[in-house]
């Protein structure tokens, strides 16, 4: 923040005009004081000892007193604590702050330019064989937020989605469908495309498991059984004409996947989730392929007895990793090859960021040593962003038995959840229409949801509770956008009172402890956001919101705002609720959350 640029430069004048050396900015370091100490922010002195030879005490005596000296509109006065010099910053500065914070309307974000570093982000990977789930929601949410944090780092930022609309696991949904559809379509039956194509893939796995049955029932073992019972054995012989073209298999694969992307996009929008370029599979193995067999030219891969082909990754301490099978089918390797060759070809990629999970991190590795072999100028440094994965109460999901929980159905559930939740609060809104109300629930809904996955740090595993993230109370979605929508109210009374807010307010402002907490906690909010992209971790922005929220709640009990008789205190209090406010916006905006200017 700017008040921390103008400490570090003066710490920098002091060593040079008190002990006559030079010191780079990373040498001073600079934190918030503890709260068991008087003051705002604290230089530590150690690094200085060597050069000014004195104790550390004195050492920090002699810059607090250079700070008095020469900047007094900026530091009203110090303290020592051993190696540490707490500062006490001047009301003015904070008040100062606050008009900086009120003037810039994007405070906290950087605007690329077309000289950038243009960073794909790649998120989502649907299976067009089921509809989206829980996982699948972390997942997206994940993508959504890092997209737009790293666009608020001042990165122009491509989102792109990789769809798997091929193999053996799609083949087992459209034998399902011919088998015991009865020709059904998403208008026939009024099923959503993809939940319908969704029910075949169960179908299959319960007539599969049947024939496994009866066939050890025969006499054969389980795992001859897997291998011989003819569904599995169909859908291979499926596999095999969809990658010979057959005109049949292939217009029915067409016909089903446009029923399952069309499902897909309400979800996505349901989500509020984007993507500005999405590849296929199906378009990607066989450039994929190409690719394999141009490295196997240059002798980078190796091709076995049996025809297959192989990286020996041995010298990277890995192992050998097969990437084309003896039958010359493809393997993901080698479809992450091919999108990788199609994404370079369409984009001047800086940076690659797949949002994958942590199950995943083996191939990661695998893939970026691949690329960099093949010449792609950004495998080395791709980012695998690996997450942990989402659980529930009563344990793991699996969509081939149905058990997962959907992300249609999820949705669904948080908004009505929300609805019954905050009925009490919509219903003293009186000149509220049903519309309205049933806008505030989607927004609330969605919101807890967001919210409650978003605050987690990525790398960890979750626990998802759906009751305890509608809560109103606590580090939820709901407390954040309760307390946005009060300020809102605030503010909006105070222009119906004729209150006019200045453009910028008088320094002489007097200014209390706990307005200057919030004021040094808005100015840190550039920081979050910069510390949320170099580490990829959106839980930091939303960790920064709730206690952003916290502090104000504490600062509304404590002090009138509407009803304070200063009128300059009440004009302060009016601009330093309608900052939180905006930066509450802006940081529940970059992780894809609305909030209500109502509720």
């Not at 009120?102 to 077309?114: D, I, Q, R, S, V």
């Not at 649907?126 to 959504?144: A, E, I, M, S, Y």
């Not at 025969?218 to 569904?231: D, F, R, T």
């Not at 791709?382 to 058990?403: D, I, W």
Request: net charge negative; proline share 3%; aromatic share 10%.
């Amino acid at each position: 923040m700017e008040l921390e640029n103008k400490i570090v430069s003066v710490v920098i004048s002091g060593i040079k005009t008190l002990y006559g050396q030079d010191i780079a900015p990373e040498t001073v370091q600079l934190q918030k004081t503890k709260k068991e100490f008087e003051g705002h922010l604290t230089v530590v002195v150690f690094p200085f000892l060597k050069i000014s030879h004195k104790k550390p005490e004195d050492t920090a005596r002699d810059l607090g007193e250079y700070f008095k000296k020469k900047n007094p509109s900026v530091v009203g006065d110090f303290n020592v604590v051993k190696g540490f010099l707490n500062l006490i910053i001047s009301q003015e500065s904070w008040v100062g702050l606050l008009n900086d914070i009120h003037e810039n309307k994007h405070f906290g974000l950087t605007t690329a330019t077309e000289k950038s570093p243009l960073v794909m982000i790649e998120y989502s990977s649907p299976n067009t064989n089921k509809p989206l789930h829980l996982g699948h929601v972390r997942n997206n949410l994940l993508g959504c937020a890092l997209a737009n944090i790293m666009a608020a780092n001042g990165n122009r930022v491509v989102k792109t989605n990789i769809v798997n609309d091929r193999g053996i696991h799609i083949c087992k949904s459209m034998l399902a469908w011919l088998k015991y559809g009865h020709g059904a379509t998403p208008e026939s039956t009024g099923i959503k495309g993809d939940h319908l194509i969704g029910d075949y893939y169960v179908a299959f796995d319960k007539h599969y498991k049947a024939q496994i049955q009866e066939l050890m029932k025969q006499g054969m073992s389980e795992e001859e059984a897997k291998n011989e019972a003819p569904l599995i054995k169909e859908a291979r012989e499926m596999l095999v004409k969809w990658e010979h073209n057959d005109p049949e298999i292939r217009a029915l694969w067409r016909k089903m996947n446009e029923w399952v992307y069309a499902g897909f996009d309400v979800t996505y929008k349901a989500l509020g989730v984007s993507f500005d370029k999405i590849y296929y599979e199906s378009d990607t193995y066989l450039e994929g392929k190409e690719k394999v067999m141009e490295g196997l030219e240059k002798g980078l891969f190796f091709r076995k007895a049996d025809g297959s082909v192989w990286a020996d990754l041995t010298p990277e301490g890995l192992d050998e990793k097969l990437l084309l099978r003896a039958d010359g089918t493809s393997v993901y390797m080698t479809q992450d090859i091919g999108t990788a060759k199609l994404r370079f070809r369409d984009y001047p990629i800086d940076k690659m960021i797949y949002v994958v999970g942590n199950e995943q991190n083996y191939h990661f590795q695998v893939l970026s040593i691949l690329l960099d072999k093949l010449g792609f100028e950004w495998g080395k440094g791709l980012v695998h962003f690996s997450y942990g994965m989402v659980e529930l109460p009563n344990g793991k999901m699996k969509s081939r038995e149905g058990t997962v929980v959907d992300a249609d159905d999820l949705i669904s559930e948080m908004i009505s959840s929300a609805r019954k939740m905050s009925e009490d609060k919509i219903n003293k809104l009186t000149d509220l229409s049903e519309e309205e109300a049933d806008e505030i629930a989607r927004i609330v809904g969605l919101g807890a949801l967001k919210y409650f996955i978003l605050k987690v740090d990525a790398r960890k595993n979750m626990l998802f509770n759906p009751a305890e993230s509608i809560d109103f109370n606590g580090n939820t979605g709901p407390f954040i956008q309760y307390t946005y929508a009060r300020i809102r109210s605030i503010l909006r009374k105070a222009a119906e009172a004729g209150i006019t807010i200045p453009d910028a307010l008088p320094l002489r402002t007097e200014v209390n402890e706990k307005e200057t907490s919030l004021i040094q906690m808005m100015a840190d909010f550039p920081n979050v956001v910069k510390q949320a992209g170099n580490d990829y971790n959106p839980s930091c922005i939303a960790n920064y919101c709730y206690d952003l929220v916290k502090e104000y709640n504490q600062f509304y009990h404590d002090f009138s705002i509407l009803h304070e008789e200063n009128e300059d205190k009440k004009i302060f209090r009016l601009v330093l609720s309608a900052e939180v406010s905006k930066i509450i916006r802006t940081g529940m905006g970059l992780l894809g959350i609305e909030v209500p200017e109502r509720m």
